[in-house]
């Protein structure tokens, strides 16, 4: 499914929760299912340290698609990790390249993708995005 | 008189709300609120009473010049400090630690020099000696925290040595809220020869601390975290120290006299303020002492003990509540943990419910460290804060608590 589109099933998905509450309540059960990180790839190189919350993200290629997983030591960060990961894993590299965010503005999380939050969250987008990148061009 | 209700009309951020919730306002240890005086004198003073300090005849700086000297008899007699020439105005406790270990790093730190710390440091008064003692080639040395967060301070006479320049400690930690006992460590650190520079951040505000009783050599403190404007700051210095010390930064009104082959400089304390001094800001910072004064630190202290007394009990009804700190006395803050939820997740959640707190690893990385955590959340509180607002607290808490750890 083109990210787009997974993009707007998160958008509508979250529409039926209007309450705050419900949206973390959410956020954090998404956290919960996300697919879990193997202990061995925790290491300073998959880390993305934030001075509130940290990330490990680590990414694969084959056959033109990327597949990220990633964990984070917080559930509410990690809630949105796992949306990170359901709209760009599966994806080729040029796609993840190409996509926007702003479906977890859409989805009132907004101030969780702020450079203030100091979650790893932003510097986890960009991390992706150089990954796509350097899949994009080791192509053979 | 100290009426709660009456205070707390002073301060209009309290009366605002935050998410459609009323604001409660837990991070006083970050910074205070103000209270409406100081607002009103500072919007008085960028309306009509701005002219430049110390070098205009004209009514209005002269006004500004007459005010800003005010200000720094005012935080004389707050310190108990012997003169005037003795308070240096900064941009804040940060600028202040940095222009001594300029300052004094430059006159007095040589290679293989050392500078004492200690572990409950914030990271304003670590790096600034790092940083000196990379560029003279000095060692750092550390005296550890023990685990109810009071310093052993028995240790430090083997710590200290001929080499050792300066001991830098803070009155009371940003994490802890331990108060240190300021005036065994500077009679053991000068039994040994050590000036000693007393970080005061957190304990100025809990009323400050009287520098020729504790026989300190250097105080500093922040004018924000004291009900005053931000941007403002106290460097005290012993007269025969500061005259010692070389100016650091160049510019304005730090001069006796220029010319392209020498310059003369202005004595004290005019020295160490160069360029045009946030003057509107010290003048807030006065009525902001004026201000808590007139309430009475032994009121506000008492106040500020009742919230901690009674957030301490409240916190422990919450299963699994770990309190860092447990050494008396102590400021009006608590960090804790809560087992198996992530400070982050706790704070984002009560910051939706309207209660500000704080989590990460607050400015202090080592002590982090020494606890064996990645963060902790901390709640700091003002006199201006309620026992029901902590009750507030402590249920939105427990209601966290239980959704993060439901499967």
Request: glycine share 8%.
């Amino acid at each position: 499914m083109p990210i787009a589109d997974i993009a707007q099933q998160i958008i509508d998905e979250f529409a039926l929760l209007p309450d705050w509450m419900d949206k973390y309540e959410h956020l954090i059960e998404l956290g919960r299912t996300l697919p879990p990180f193997d202990e061995k790839h925790k290491t300073d190189t998959h880390l993305i340290e934030g001075c509130q919350s940290r990330v490990w993200l680590s990414a694969a290629c084959h056959d033109g698609i990327i597949t990220f997983t990633a964990d984070s030591d917080a559930i509410i960060t990690k809630g949105i990790v796992s949306l990170l990961v359901r709209v760009f894993s599966g994806q080729p590299p040029q796609a993840v390249l190409d996509a926007d965010l702003d479906f977890i503005n859409q989805i009132g999380l907004k101030e969780n993708l702020s450079p203030t939050r100091s979650n790893g969250l932003l510097a986890m987008v960009k991390q992706m995005k150089m990954y796509a990148l350097a899949f994009l061009h080791k192509k053979p | 008189m100290f009426i709660l209700q009456t205070i707390r009309k002073d301060f209009p951020a309290l009366s605002q709300q935050v998410y459609g919730k009323p604001l409660i306002y837990f991070d006083n240890a970050a910074t205070t609120h103000k209270p409406a005086p100081v607002i009103a004198l500072v919007n008085e003073m960028n309306s009509f009473i701005n002219g430049n300090i110390h070098r205009a005849f004209h009514c209005l700086g002269t006004m500004c010049t007459e005010r800003y000297e005010e200000a720094r008899e005012t935080v004389r007699a707050f310190l108990h400090a012997s003169s005037v020439e003795e308070i240096v105005f900064t941009a804040g406790t940060t600028a202040a630690i940095n222009t001594v270990a300029f300052s004094f790093g430059e006159r007095f730190v040589h290679a293989g020099d050392d500078i004492v710390i200690t572990e409950a440091e914030h990271h304003s008064n670590i790096v600034p000696w790092q940083l000196l003692c990379e560029r003279k080639g000095a060692l750092l040395k550390v005296l550890p925290v023990n685990h109810d967060g009071s310093l052993p301070v028995e240790q430090l006479p083997r710590l200290l040595s001929k080499r050792t320049k300066l001991l830098c400690v803070t009155q009371a930690s940003n994490v802890l809220g331990v108060m240190n006992p300021v005036k065994d460590i500077v009679a053991a650190a000068h039994a040994c020869g050590v000036p000693v520079l007393v970080d005061g951040a957190q304990g100025a505000v809990h009323g400050g601390i009287d520098v020729q009783d504790a026989g300190c050599d250097f105080y500093v403190f922040s004018g924000h975290k004291l009900y005053g404007p931000t941007g403002t700051g106290v460097l005290y210095g012993r007269q025969e120290l500061l005259d010692e010390m070389p100016p650091w930064q160049g510019g304005g009104e730090m001069i006796a006299a220029v010319s392209f082959e020498k310059t003369t400089y202005a004595g004290l304390p005019l020295k160490f303020e160069a360029g045009t001094p946030n003057f509107i800001g010290v003048c807030g910072l006065k009525k902001a002492i004026d201000y808590v004064q007139e309430l009475g630190w032994a009121q506000v202290r008492e106040q500020e003990e009742t919230l901690v007394r009674h957030a301490t009990r409240r916190l422990q009804e919450i299963e699994g509540l770990q309190l860092y700190g447990a050494a008396q006395p102590k400021t009006s803050l608590l960090s804790f943990n809560i087992a198996g939820i992530h400070p982050t997740d706790a704070a984002q959640l009560l910051d939706k419910m309207g209660i500000a707190a704080r989590s990460g690893h607050l400015c202090a990385d080592p002590l982090m460290r020494r606890f064996n955590v990645q963060g902790m959340l901390r709640f700091s509180f003002s006199f201006y804060n309620t026992t029901e607002e902590i009750d507030t607290a402590v249920d939105a808490l427990k209601k966290i608590k239980q959704l993060l750890s439901c499967q």
